[in-house]
């Protein structure tokens, strides 16, 4: 009989797919301005991919062909895979629209400099980039490949994770506002600081980094609720909990790394 895991094999494929097709097309060009887009259209895509999974799943193993598969109404699914999925992909086009905005307008990333000169190494990046958005959406596709009979109703322990969700994701909105600015005055010469120190940076070195380890935090929190049912198999919370630790390690270890994540997060 399938289990939840047997239906992860799509947005794993999804995820790693697109970076390789991706690699294949950037890697000859050395071209790295849309390396952030697509790795974070790679969450959106594979969280799509994921909801949809196990009608189309049940659609062919009742024996039908994939041409006569229908999408399901979204009121149709449950609402804490809607609710998951969608505050996932809002995190996801946020970085997308942010990256991009100052790849755009910085006109290449120094990160790549050398890295692109090698189509090894280049094509490498693009590898672990599908690793990254791999084990970062593993709450989101192990929550969705659950059956609707065994998802728990919506309480108001999820509400308040949700909260947390979104407070989490304000802050790292904000905190990547305030450092905008404060750039857009240093390069206009109005400061000369070396290290920003006003507004949510008063209080932390990093509150981007902490509101995106802790908006991964909440959203495992939020899709748990679900993998701690009693008929889920216990892997399935652990293998979902390596999202919050790998981004915690990155952030905490790797920050300054290429292929950790971006300095401006």
């Known amino acids: 009989m399938p289990t939840i895991f047997s239906k992860l094999w799509i947005p794993v494929a999804a995820s790693f797919g697109l970076q390789i097709a991706a690699g294949a097309i950037f890697v000859p060009l050395k071209n790295e301005r849309y390396f952030d887009l697509i790795g974070t259209s790679g969450h959106i895509i594979s969280a799509g991919i994921s909801l949809y999974g196990p009608s189309l799943y049940r659609h062919l193993d009742s024996g039908h062909s994939l041409t006569t598969y229908k999408i399901p109404p979204l009121l149709s699914l449950s609402p804490r895979k809607l609710v998951v999925t969608a505050v996932f992909s809002l995190w ?36 672990i980039q599908g690793a990254w958005v791999t084990v970062v959406g593993l709450p989101i596709w192990l929550n969705n490949a659950i059956p609707l009979r065994s998802m728990p109703p919506w309480g108001p322990m ?3 994770l949700l909260g947390l969700v979104v407070l989490s994701l304000g802050g790292e909105v904000l905190a990547d506002a305030q450092k905008s600015q404060w750039r857009k005055e240093k390069k206009e010469g109005k400061h000369t600081e070396k290290f920003i120190q006003r507004g949510l940076w008063s209080l932390s070195r990093h509150p981007n980094y902490v509101g995106e380890a802790l908006f991964q935090t909440s959203v495992f929190a939020l899709a748990c609720r679900s993998l701690l049912a009693p008929s889920i198999p216990w892997q399935a919370p652990v293998l979902g909990a390596l999202a919050p630790l790998f981004t915690y390690t990155l952030l905490r270890y790797y920050d300054s790394c290429l292929l950790a994540l971006d300095e401006s997060l």
């Open 158 to 160: 999820d509400a308040a």
């Open 92 to 127: 996801a086009a946020r970085l997308a629209w942010f990256l991009s905005r100052r790849i755009k307008a910085e006109g290449r990333d120094s990160r790549f400099d050398d890295i692109k000169q090698s189509p090894t190494r280049f094509f490498a990046a693009w590898f």
